[in-house]
């Protein structure tokens, strides 16, 4: 049958939030906002030559209807040089200021053991972190983490100390939403909890504003100003002194980057 759109779930303690790709249109941003989406991730790269050509604009439109939004970076392993796909993420964002950079760590060659992979995760932040990317998420599919990252992410507290953004789907052919916290229970360890839950994406309910699947997330936090403290931001309207003649005094807003125009954050 048809898949439904489904706005927000709105669940005590949790906000929603999208993470997108080229594969999505951003058709109303707007309408996202008012569905009760108030965070995004945009896919910005993949490995060390691949820019989402999208990216910006997916920024551009969803931090527009103030969503708050950050960027995610597509791990390809094999390539190497972790801490330079952490800074192909940025350099395909742009000019728009990211804290909160997720990597996407869930496929690699077989040969790739716990031990290499936590290392390339290591080397990732390491990376992330010289560029300001505000500490990071780890984003990772449930089995991916117990079959690839187990044994060696348990001796990694610098990995464990990042926020879990884990993957885990009830069906892969039918849409399902969490309507209880006893939905909300997932295999986590060495993480205590999860921070953000992808708990839909292909087969899922549709959010209003785009066009195509989209993957649907939930993220710990009871209002805004929680989730805008995750996104390394300060609460709603207060005044930030960047200091010099070129930023001076800017007033920030319920999202990420700055405006040509002095005085706004978006």
């Given amino acids: 049958g048809p898949v439904t759109s489904l706005p927000g779930l709105r669940l005590p303690d949790y906000v929603d939030a999208i993470d ?18 108030l965070a995004a991730w945009a896919k910005a790269s993949e490995g060390l030559g691949y820019c989402d050509p999208e990216v910006q604009e997916h920024l551009r439109r969803l931090s ?25 993420a940025f350099a395909c964002a742009g000019d728009v200021y990211q804290t909160r950079v997720m990597l996407d760590l869930e496929s690699a060659p077989k040969e790739w053991g716990s031990v290499q992979l936590c290392d390339f995760a290591e080397g990732f932040f390491d990376g992330l972190d010289a560029e300001g990317g505000g500490g990071g998420t780890f984003y990772t599919y449930t089995s991916f983490l117990a079959e690839r990252l187990h044994p060696e992410i348990a001796r990694r507290p610098k990995l464990i100390a ?75 309207g207060t005044t930030l002194d960047m200091g010099g003649s070129v930023h001076g005094s800017h007033v920030v807003d319920a999202a990420l980057g700055e405006r040509d125009e002095p005085g706004v954050f978006v």
Avoid: M
């Fill in 20 to 37: 997108v790709s080229r594969v999505q249109v951003v058709e109303d941003a707007d309408a996202v906002r008012a569905a009760g989406f």
């Fill in 64 to 88: 527009g209807a103030g969503v708050i939004t950050s960027v995610y970076a597509f791990a390809r392993v094999q390539q190497g040089d972790p801490a330079a796909q952490a800074r192909k």
């Fill in 162 to 236: 990042k926020p879990l953004h884990l993957a885990e789907y009830r069906s892969l052919t039918a849409s399902w939403a969490p309507t209880a916290a006893s939905d909300l229970r997932r295999r986590t360890a060495p993480w205590g909890d999860w921070t953000a839950l992808q708990y839909s994406g292909n087969a899922g309910f549709r959010v209003p504003g785009i066009v195509g699947d989209c993957d649907r997330n939930l993220v710990r936090a009871a209002n805004v100003d929680e989730l805008r403290a995750f996104f390394g931001l300060p609460p709603e």
